[in-house]
């Protein structure tokens, strides 16, 4: 490390970064909307485009969902570095001697505090008009609830590495839909068990291993990413 | 590169050692690899004409699937080679950002296009194989899947080197996105696989459950051999062009230019 003391312990810096992104978000309500309208948008074409036969609805509902959350979080991530690496914010943290993962993983929180968590929220509203069974939907929300925290990870290491290019939306998605591919196959599948009666429990245990998994390494490749990009 | 001999308390390395500290350097890699890759060409073509004499001449048809079994010679090798490409990019992706070798990461980038050339051959052979054995030219077989996934993620590692315009900074960030698919492609394998048989019972066999007949192994295996030359001699000779291209106001360029005059 630097000879450079460094003000304030490893939590402080933590949650001021936690708190800091989150003022910032909650000051842009507006574009804090844009990925739970677009999701909405998103959900309400599908009825549209394929009849409201219910059955069929209640069918595809997981995958409807699921697919949704995967495209709206991948449309809010462009803002998870994107503002603080155009005003240099981006350079003082990494120069301020707090380890780059550990700022990587505040943000990461954030972000998912942000865009994550409303889609947990909403997703009753969206089972509803998508008719999912009603025993489906605590599967459904569980599901949600411990995979877009992953999708914010592991979405964060594209962030980093498209970052410095000035259309990296374009870009970001085909780094990360493949990246997405397990998570929603296990999600999904568990939605799918659950309205077919059958145990569900080991497709959570997948999720939440996914999560640790992802807790654990996504943070230092974001930081990695975000080194090269900065260098 | 610079010597280190003469601060070691050894005069001289290790012969293997000296020889790859040597490959490090641009003038010499493009040197050695510029007698290699005639070799591998003329393997190459003798594999392939020996490996298609043998499985498309000499070789039966299936008595199940006819004539159009032989497309395995093409399908099976480029599938192999689309996996082994993608790992050993990473592989040669991680030595890249660890050691911060130029000439391996222009290596490892230079592997995403033949990689992803043998994912496409892959698809399209299957694909027209698919047709007259399974009745379709598409199923969303497990195998399928992975390699329709493997060509997304070949593609993300083009588009992101081909995004950045410092070349060195773009081959560093997409060796890193090769190590991260990396890390994925298991679970995404299986993930794929457990998922077809969950939604679909895998009624499809590729072999139909028995053992390949030796007559069609060893074209096989020969064909695979030759894809593997095929790949060693297309590796070096766009590598040693993204050379020239990155060194083109450097000396040795220069020099090499002069001597094709």
Same mark, same amino acid.
Not at chain 2, 9 to 14: A, F, G, L, Y
């Given at each position: 490390m630097n000879a450079e003391p460094v003000s304030g312990s490893l939590s402080n810096a933590f949650f001021a970064l936690l708190r800091r992104d989150l003022l910032l978000a909650f000051r842009r309500r507006t574009e804090l909307l844009f990925p739970v309208i677009f999701l909405l948008v998103v959900v309400s074409l599908f009825p549209l485009g394929i009849g409201p036969g219910p059955q069929l609805l209640a069918r595809i509902a997981p995958g409807v969902i699921w697919i949704a959350a995967l495209l709206a979080t991948v449309i809010s991530l462009d803002a998870l570095f994107r503002s603080d690496f155009e005003d240099g914010t981006l350079e003082q943290f990494v120069i301020s001697g707090h380890p780059l993962t550990l700022i990587a993983l505040a943000k990461i929180v954030a972000h998912w505090l942000v865009a994550g968590l409303p889609i947990v929220l909403l997703s009753p509203l969206l089972a509803l008009w998508m008719n999912l069974p009603a025993e489906s939907l605590v599967v459904m929300i569980m599901t949600l609830a411990l995979g877009t925290p992953i999708l914010s990870l592991i979405g964060s290491i594209g962030v980093g590495l498209t970052?410095?290019?000035?259309?990296g939306g374009q870009l970001l998605s085909l780094l990360v839909f493949p990246l997405y591919v397990p998570i929603l196959i296990i999600a999904t599948a568990a939605v799918m068990a659950a309205s077919d009666g059958l145990p569900y429990t080991q497709f959570l245990g997948l999720l939440i291993a996914g999560l640790i998994t992802s807790v654990t390494l996504a943070p230092f490749a974001a930081a990695a990413a975000l080194k090269i990009s900065l260098s | 590169m610079t010597s280190k001999t003469d601060t070691k308390?050894?005069?001289?390395?290790?012969a293997l050692v000296m020889f790859i500290h040597k490959l490090g350097s641009p003038p010499w890699f493009y040197d050695f690899t510029g007698k290699l890759i005639p070799w591998f060409w003329a393997l190459f073509i003798a594999l392939t004409a020996w490996g298609l004499y043998l499985g498309l001449v000499k070789g039966p048809a299936d008595?199940?699937?006819?004539?159009? /079994?032989?497309i395995i010679y093409l399908h099976v090798p480029a599938a192999w080679m689309s996996m082994l490409i993608y790992i050993s990019m990473a592989v040669m992706g991680f030595i890249a950002l660890v050691w911060r070798i130029r000439i391996v990461e222009i290596l490892a980038m230079v592997s995403a296009p033949i990689g992803a050339a043998f994912t496409i051959v892959t698809l399209t052979a299957g694909s027209l194989w698919g047709r007259?054995?399974?009745?379709?030219?598409? /199923?969303?077989d497990a195998r399928l899947t992975s390699e329709l996934v493997l060509l997304f993620l070949f593609l993300g590692v083009i588009g992101l080197y081909n995004s950045i315009d410092e070349p060195r900074k773009a081959a560093r960030a997409a060796c890193l996105l090769a190590i991260v698919g990396a890390v994925n492609l298991p679970i995404i394998h299986y993930s794929v696989k457990w998922w077809n048989t969950l939604h679909q019972?895998?009624?499809?066999s590729l072999m139909g459950g028995s053992s390949i007949d030796s007559s069609i192994l060893w074209p096989l295996l020969i064909m695979a051999f030759a894809a593997k030359f095929f790949y060693a001699a297309n590796l070096l000779t766009r590598a040693r062009v993204k050379l020239l291209e990155q060194d083109v106001r450097k000396a040795w360029v220069r020099e090499v230019l002069r001597e094709k005059k």
């Open positions: 970052i410095s290019l000035k259309r | 308390t050894k005069p001289r390395k290790n008595y199940l699937q006819g004539e159009s /079994v032989r007259p054995t399974w009745g379709t030219y598409w /199923v969303w019972g895998s009624s499809i």
